[in-house]
Nanobody, 119 residues
Framework: QLVESGGGLVQAGDSLRLSCAAS????????MGWFRQAPGKEREFVVG????????YYAGSVKGRFTISRDNAKNTVSLQMNSLKPEDTAVYYC??????????????WGQGTQVTVSS
């Protein structure tokens, strides 16, 4: 089970930190990532980190602004989002994939958390 938290309403230029808690004793075996879905659009990949925690991969639209990190001791993955833009507004989903790469497609999903960036 994946549970996201940390979403909210912020202004453009602000920062926000999302967290995803996993209820699994084998968390360290999973690649983790974040996807998002804006109204009327398909779900898109945002960022991923491989199961070893050694590689990350970012979508071009967030590279340099977002940072993913994982804490295997706490079974959590976080997404630090800086310099937020109105186009970052979406429901953000945490995803997991067993022994996946940083470019995971996601096998397990959280319920999503809303991020709204006002201009």
């Amino acid at each position: 089970q994946l549970v996201e938290s940390g979403g909210g309403l912020v202004q453009a230029g602000d920062s926000l930190r999302l967290s995803c808690a996993a209820s699994s004793d084998t968390f360290s075996r999973y690649a983790m990532g974040w996807f998002r879905q804006a109204p009327g659009k398909e779900r898109e990949f945002v960022v991923g980190i491989n199961w070893r925690g050694t590689l990350t991969y970012y979508a071009g639209s967030v590279k340099g602004r977002f940072t993913i990190s994982r804490d295997n001791a706490k079974n959590t993955v976080s997404l630090q989002m800086n310099s937020l833009k109105p186009e970052d507004t979406a429901v953000y989903y945490c995803a997991a994939e067993l022994y996946g790469t940083a470019r995971l497609t996601g096998t397990y999903w959280g319920q999503g958390t809303q991020v709204t960036v006002s201009s």
